[in-house]
């Protein structure tokens, strides 16, 4: 699933049954999972969030992302309450 965030917006994910890949197309993605450690994620950079472990995008620029799990997974994609809209980048 590709989507897109403005700055400032957050997505929560949690990888369900399997791991779920967070892809870095543009711009920059602060990421903080569960592991307590912060990454940055610029365009090509890719994310494995494990199974089970909740995880926080923040955009800190204009992003668009793609987001792959394997079927049937149980992953999670939420925007933090409810103030992001998820949207289909262009």
Known sequence: MNC??????????EA???ALTL???KGT???????GRDYLLQAGARFE????????AEALAPVEMR?????????????????????PAV
């Open 29 to 35: 993605i602060w990421l903080t999972v569960g592991d």
């Open 23 to 25: 892809r870095c197309l």
């Open 67 to 87: 987001l792959d799990s394997p079927c049937h997974s149980g992953a999670a994609i939420a925007p933090v309450a409810h103030q992001v809209q998820v949207r």
């Open 16 to 18: 369900g049954k399997g």
């Open 4 to 13: 897109s965030l403005d700055k400032g917006e957050l997505l929560q994910l």
């Open 49 to 56: 969030v494990k199974k089970g472990m909740p995880a926080l």
